[in-house]
């Protein structure tokens, strides 16, 4: 039987199904009994293990024992378990299909089940399981051993993330990363290549050295980054994207300002590879185990508390009253039930740690009914890409078996662009929303912006309210919640719950409490150093945090010895100072930085990781380069522009400006001592420190 999906017919792709599945449950069952299991002659069931032996599916192995009809055990190959997992998708879509025809029959309506041409497959029913690409424990055992003879490739923590939702279904109807095809058309119209809607590209970026080693048709190993396999993936696409393309058509805009397009150039490998994916076992999480359901756990726990209709509320944010009055009106209005699904995977960069949010959610858990909503944890990768990424989280929703969904006003929107404008439109991602409501199979329900009207002592939804003139109407915003918190400021019991507050206080206390980084940056011969030192003893003096000073030749001893002066390894130098910086900073401690740190998208990069755990001050020792010519107490500048010294920060080598620091410093005819104070004035006015 030839393998050729171009040759083979609905038959053999059947009796192929049959085979796999057959030899999955008992590999070492004799021909006679899998011949008879499968419904084929003897003959047949010799001709098609051959063929599919030949088409690298399985592995045959001789076995010895006492029963000679027991000659042979089967294996089935990587290539094999990602088969049958597509042949398993196409025989179900045929037996729905039929089935649905013998209800039209009998009955005169459609079944509900019919797999639509657009993605809506499976969906109708929100209680039916869904495809997942994991296969049977027996058969990952197996394939562990197996895999130990690929080539490994570690996730970053946003592709084991995808990797999450892909094997569970999360992002049915993918099987895997995109393909070349598939990604051009989701980029291009939010289709893959069989127009089914998808509006995020899901694709494994690696490295050109990696995409290099591989050939096409070969199995990698998935692994996450301490080495534990995951799955295996097919690799059948391998190309350079045009990313700027992407950003413009999927995030509107090819600007570093937003958090997606900032990584797909700065952090995400320069090659995409496609291809199936054959799951393993799932990414282990050692927080909130109780509360992480699959889709399938969730449509489970929906047929046994009989939830026909279940809206979902996406959140990356604490639950604050104004959210409860929103879920609760939401729920009525669509009268169903509720389920609280925040994002606990990758967000936006300097949102709250998702370990505080989730002890926030359980805080006001017991403020719902428990008889009608629940709770659970999404680890997905966000994109914050607005109006694309709320049809993404509709179409995920509807896979958890959800049939509302609430989107917001400016839904994962990263807030402001280049030229200080919002990315997108307040109601761009509802509308866009409900342009593809059909084909998501999970109805919109708007997001109502709610405010607290004091005279009634309640919540109300703004464009509801017909005296607006008569009444107070008080309201709190992200920016004010976070000035109150790092203020020490009062929090009005209508605008949170106490339980919120107390956590969100634990986790941020007031800033003068806070640990934080001040980081110089400027050329060699600025006076970074030396600005660095003395600020390092004047806050000693003033004690309550310990200070640690990471100045750049200082790291270039300790802690980067073995680096060199290309770019490459200057960007490592300066990624370890953020990572030890925001290690202190985490810790309660005052990080002092004074490294030349040349580029942008570095000092970026370090600015989010410290900016996690605390405040984040850059400081720019705008010296020109040619007074640092002329202090050149080392002689670097004089051997660079001898040409002895290659890639030279200022001469041989480009420096990026900062744009916008916490603060400018001159250290031409100014005293180290003002400058130090400049500083110090700067940390007091923006609270890091108590008033001198």
């Not at 496609?274 to 756990?297: C, K, L, M, S, W």
């Not at 729920?331 to 370990?355: R, S």
């Not at 966000?382 to 995920?396: F, K, N, S, T, Y």
């Not at 984040?616 to 640092?628: G, L, P, R």
Request: proline share 5%; aromatic share 8%.
């Amino acid at each position: 039987m030839a393998m050729s999906p171009a040759k083979i017919t609905t038959e053999q792709e059947d009796q192929l199904f049959r085979l796999l599945r057959q030899l999955e449950i008992a590999p070492e069952a004799s021909q006679r009994v899998t011949a008879q299991a499968i419904g084929i002659s003897l003959g047949r069931l010799n001709a098609l293990l051959r063929s599919t032996a030949d088409a690298g599916f399985i592995k045959v192995s001789d076995r010895d024992g006492p029963d000679k009809r027991q000659r042979f055990s089967y294996e089935i190959t990587l290539k094999g378990a990602a088969e049958k997992t597509r042949l398993t998708d196409q025989f179900l879509t045929r037996k729905f299909a039929e089935y649905d025809a013998l209800h039209a029959e009998l009955t005169g309506t459609t079944s509900g089940l019919e797999p639509f041409k657009h993605r809506t497959k499976l969906m109708q029913n929100n209680l039916a399981p869904i495809p997942e690409l994991y296969v049977s424990y027996d058969s990952a055992e197996k394939l562990k051993l197996e895999a130990t003879e690929l080539t490994s490739h570690d996730l970053t923590p946003r592709q084991i993330c995808d990797l999450e939702l892909l094997m569970n279904g999360g992002f049915n109807p993918l099987k895997g990363f995109l393909t070349e095809e598939d990604y051009d058309g989701v980029v291009e119209n939010m289709r893959l290549a069989d127009g089914t809607l998808w509006p995020m590209p899901i694709t494994l970026d690696v490295s050109e050295e990696f995409a290099a080693s591989l050939e096409l048709g070969q199995d990698i190993a998935l692994r996450d980054q301490e080495g534990v396999i995951l799955g295996t993936m097919t690799v059948t696409d391998r190309w350079e994207p045009n990313k700027s393309v992407e950003a413009e058509k999927v995030f509107g805009a090819d600007d570093d300002a937003h958090p997606a397009v900032n990584y797909l150039h700065n952090t995400a490998g320069k090659i995409y590879l496609g291809g199936p994916v054959t799951g393993i076992q799932q990414p282990v999480h050692y927080d909130f185990r109780a509360r992480r359901d699959t889709p399938n756990e969730k449509r489970a726990y929906f047929r046994k508390m009989g939830w026909r209709k279940v809206v979902a509320f996406q959140t990356r944010n604490p639950l604050h009253r104004a959210h409860q009055e929103l879920t609760f009106r939401a729920a009525k209005e669509a009268q169903a039930n509720l389920l609280i699904h925040p994002v606990v995977g990758l967000t936006k960069p300097g949102d709250v740690d998702h370990f505080t949010r989730v002890r926030c959610y359980e805080a006001v858990l017991d403020k719902y009914p428990q008889s009608t909503t629940t709770m659970s944890l999404l680890n997905l990768a966000m994109r914050m890409a607005g109006p694309r990424e709320a049809v993404w989280h509709g179409l995920i929703r509807a896979n958890h078996g959800c049939t509302h969904f609430i989107v917001g006003r400016d839904h994962a929107g990263p807030g402001s662009n280049s030229q200080g404008e919002d990315f997108y439109g307040p109601y761009d991602a509802q509308e866009l929303y409900r342009a593809n409501q059909s084909e998501i199979g999970c109805e919109m329900v708007d997001f109502k912006h709610m405010v607290w009207v004091s005279e009634r002592a309640q919540y109300e939804a703004m464009d509801e309210i017909e005296d607006k003139d008569d009444v107070t109407i008080l309201n709190i915003s992200g920016t004010e919640l976070r000035r109150r918190l790092a203020e020490g400021l009062e929090i009005p019991e209508w605008f949170s719950f106490p339980e919120v507050v107390k956590e969100l206080r634990r986790t941020k206390p007031p800033r003068a409490k806070q640990g934080f980084t001040v980081f110089f940056t400027g050329f060699s011969g600025s006076g970074k150093s030396t600005i660095a030192n003395a600020l390092m003893v004047k806050l000693m003096e003033m004690g309550g945090r310990p200070v640690t000073l990471l100045d750049g030749d200082i790291v270039r001893k300790n802690l980067s010895s073995e680096l060199g002066f290309s770019k490459e390894h200057r960007d490592l130098n300066i990624r370890r100072i953020g990572y030890v910086a925001s290690e202190i900073t985490k810790n309660g401690g005052i990080a002092i930085c004074a490294p030349i740190a040349p580029y942008a998208t570095t000092r970026r990069a370090v600015r989010e990781d410290i900016e996690a755990f605390g405040a984040f001050v850059e400081v720019h020792v705008a010296t020109s380069i040619e007074e640092c010519e002329k202090r050149d107490r080392k002689g670097l500048y004089k051997l660079a522009r001898e040409g002895k010294i290659k890639e030279f920060t200022g001469i041989s080598d480009p420096y990026d400006v900062p744009e916008n620091p916490e603060l400018s410093v001159e250290t031409t005819n100014v005293d180290v001592d003002n400058c130090a104070h400049q500083v110090l004035l700067k940390l007091e006015s923006m609270g890091l420190i108590a008033a001198t």
